[in-house]
């Protein structure tokens, strides 16, 4: 596989009401290959959506650098943003809010067309006609209002509009969080479905681990904006490397795996906290039951533990 996007040393803060500086992101090194779909999870406001939009350039203000296909990307222009959609897009969590109650089905899908000045009028609208289809809907569907479908069906017409352009990667932002969960699978393999057929490359963002495993090549666990561990889908969910890790998957009530099931008791923890800036030591050791004055004091570099698995914890060789 070729690296399709790689982030480095991203960081992004906010600042609140004027004063507290919230650190979002801190020092975000991640690289997703060509034809994968990389998982990202973790609590809420561990930076997973944050993240997501530094890359499709809604927050272009950042420290450090990413690249696409090799190439540096400058999202703070305009023009370039505009140029990097057509390789890119999103699918977002709320099928309701993320469509325009006041334009029909075949405008909404059609929009990213006609704002990139894709195709004549008529050959949009047999391409409109192809993306229904390609996501279980019907052609007599364009005509219609977002208020007439159900959330199943609004999420499926927002993954047609993502897909107008035929982009190389979709990010999808807790896809299914805001569905029934008799839509969630539906949806969920209709995701899968189109990636195998298409190439596509996904970067799924989730707190829920059943699905994450399910859809996922490579899984990347989040902690206050930082990348605590990412490797291989079985190795994260078998062999869990960092203790926060090993804390979301024992939160985990049940998963189906073919190689070994995994469950576990819902582990009692505080809610994440904030972030109010650098971090000195391991931004987990305040919830680690392993931690060590070193782990207080000095912040552990995210380094390969095993090929391909990689965790950011002093102790991670040591398999406690």
Known sequence: MEPLLQLEHVSKGFTIMGKQRIQALEDVNLLVMKGETLGIVGESGCGKST?????????????????FHGEKLDLRRRKHRLAFARKVQMVFQDPYSSLNPRITVGDIVAENMVIQNKLTKKER????????????????HAGRFPNEFSGGQRQRIGI???LALNPELLICDEPVAALDVSIQSQIMNLLKGLGKETGLTYIFIAHDMNMVHYLSDRVAVMYLGHIMEIGRTKEIYTTPLHPYT??????VLSIESREQPISGKRAEADEIPLSAGPVKGCPFAGRCKFAEERCMNEKPALEEISDGHLAACHYADQNR
């Open 51 to 67: 993240l997501a939009r530094v890359i499709m350039g809604v927050y272009p203000k950042i420290e450090g650098s990413l690249y």
């Open 125 to 140: 609208e047999a391409r409109v006609f192809e993306l229904l289809e390609s996501v279980g809907l019907q052609k007599t």
């Open 160 to 162: 047609a509009r993502a």
């Open 246 to 251: 090993r804390l979301l998957l024992e939160s």
